[in-house]
């Protein structure tokens, strides 16, 4: 859940720049003259990449976190599994189902 809050997250970010660079592109047949608009501009750009870039950084923790706790549940599933296997080997005579017994 946490990733794809993160993940609208990033996409909002990233669309927040997108619309921040075609707004400093000047349009066509508009005075491209204005110096001081174009270096704060540059200056927005340059502190929304820098956030950009902390939120990509924030996203491959979390994806790397993920993983390992995804790692860790196979090994503990992977584990019960195989005592579940042994346990059914000790108990031949027990049905395999549950529901294999009722009529």
Aim: with cysteine; aromatic share 4%.
């Amino acid at each position: 859940m946490r990733g794809i809050v993160s993940a609208k997250r990033f996409m909002w970010i990233f669309a927040l720049v997108g619309a921040v660079l075609a707004q400093a592109r000047p349009a066509n047949g508009q005075d491209s003259g204005q110096p001081e608009n174009q270096k704060m501009d540059i200056d927005k750009i340059g502190v929304l990449l820098q956030q950009l870039q902390s939120q990509i950084k924030d996203l491959h923790a979390e994806v790397h976190a993920l993983k390992a706790q995804q790692q860790s549940a196979k090994a503990d599933s992977d584990e019960l599994r195989k005592r579940l296997d042994e346990a059914n080997a000790r108990n031949p005579s027990e049905p395999a189902d549950a529901n294999s017994g009722c009529f």
